[in-house]
């Protein structure tokens, strides 16, 4: 395998850890290892190709700033990756896109001959002294000039030698296991999902009675400790008669450069993975959805709750206030403008606030949300196992503070 393609599958695999230098050579675990200096197939906007450990070290520190990465490769003596090579190669790499022009992989082309009866290794075409068969014995002459002008198929010769290391089955760790019936239990999965979430979504008693009991007694009285005035702002309450009325509402931020939005928010909550907003956006078909459900798949518990995502406060009505009980905080004063509200404190006296941040960001980026009566939950930037983690301890918080709102 050449360079750029096992340093791709490696970091498709997220084991990069398993790369390492041993003197001047890059060992890629126990499949592989090349030369420090290794040319890949990959060239860069300015011509040259780029070495493998120019990529090695560019897609280990491709989250730090590019001044920040220019100085430390200056540091360590090693070509640096250009600016306008950072986002496609890095794409390309991660398994985002499958090609790239600037790949220019060197295949040998020879026409295709039959194979020839005598040791190729041995026989030079070019070279009149190694004629073979009749012309060594002063046979057809001819002969020995069509034979001299013979073409070796070097590639097929290549291919004959391969010895393969691993078939599909190893690496899909799925040895003696039908690929139909994991077919059929991931469509049934998502049938039973769609099922569960149409009948939760038509009644909303369920996730009403989980919220408040089974009377129609609110978080709050109406006027009573709200924090603001009946004349300026509107009053919450829960009374109402349309289907769904009673079921919870999560809010997250509309602006796409915090972690969670409404369009990655479902796979987070439900699945346990996050998956970053640009990819969803380029996943997602259609417009984008004004509201969606969650639930809680992964919880022992028999009946299931239902919330709502939205992202647009302003669309809220009265009696929908009272039915917000969490936000993904974005960190920023003007997401809060215009809600019915006096200051933070109030705010996250009534509505628990959730802050998702990566665990290597600096301490400026929660700055301001540590002033705030805010959760922060910390994920990881590449190792996705762990994002179940995270999204279990937000609705460990957020089942606790229903919970304690709904007996008060």
């Not at 010895?163 to 690929?179: M, S, T």
């Not at 009325?245 to 699945?271: C, H, M, R, W």
Request: neutral net charge.
């Amino acid at each position: 395998m050449d360079p750029l393609s096992a340093l791709r599958d490696f970091t498709i695999r997220g084991e990069l850890d398993k790369i390492v230098k041993v003197n001047d050579e890059f060992r890629f675990g126990k499949d592989y290892s090349f030369p420090c200096s290794a040319e890949t197939a990959y060239r860069s906007k300015q011509g040259n190709l780029y070495t493998i450990e120019t990529l090695i070290y560019y897609v280990k520190n491709h989250h730090i700033k590019h001044t920040e990465y220019l100085q430390n490769a200056r540091i360590q003596k090693i070509p640096s990756v250009t600016l306008p090579d950072r986002k496609p190669l890095l794409e390309y790499l991660q398994g985002k896109v499958l090609s790239n022009d600037a790949i220019e992989f060197v295949v040998p082309q020879h026409p295709k001959v039959d194979s020839v009866p005598f040791d190729i290794e041995e026989y030079r075409p070019d070279d009149p002294g190694m004629l073979r068969g009749d012309a060594q014995m002063g046979g057809d002459v001819e002969d020995d000039k069509t034979r001299v002008h013979e073409k070796i198929d070097y590639v097929e010769k290549i291919r004959s030698m391969e010895r393969p290391l691993k078939d599909r089955e190893l690496l899909l760790e799925c040895r003696q296991r039908d690929f139909y019936t994991v077919l059929v239990a991931s469509t049934r999965r998502e049938e039973e999902r769609q099922r569960l979430e149409s009948q939760q979504r038509k009644d909303g008693l369920v996730a009403k009675s989980r919220l408040m009991g089974s009377d129609d007694r609110g978080f709050w009285k109406d006027g009573e400790d709200a924090g603001f005035d009946s004349n300026s702002k509107p009053k919450m309450h829960m009374k109402g008669s349309k289907i769904g009325e009673g079921v919870p509402i999560i809010l997250v931020p509309s602006a796409s450069q915090t972690l969670i939005t409404i369009y990655n928010v479902k796979e987070f909550l439900e699945d346990g993975v996050f998956i970053p907003t640009d990819v969803k956006i380029k996943q997602m078909q259609g417009a984008k959805p004004d509201c969606i459900t969650v639930q809680k798949k992964f919880s022992r518990d028999r009946v299931v709750t239902a919330y709502e995502v939205r992202d647009k406060p302003s669309a809220l009505k009265a009696e929908d206030w009272d039915r917000v009980v969490a936000v993904f905080v974005l960190g920023k004063e003007w997401q809060f403008k215009d809600w019915p509200f006096k200051d933070h404190v109030e705010i996250f006296n009534k509505i628990i606030g959730f802050f998702l941040r990566f665990e290597d960001d600096s301490i400026e980026s929660a700055k301001i949300v540590k002033q705030w009566n805010v959760k922060i939950i910390s994920i990881s930037k590449n190792k996705r196992h762990q994002d179940k983690t995270a999204a279990l301890e937000v609705w460990g918080k957020l089942e606790e503070f229903v919970r304690s709102r709904s007996h008060n």
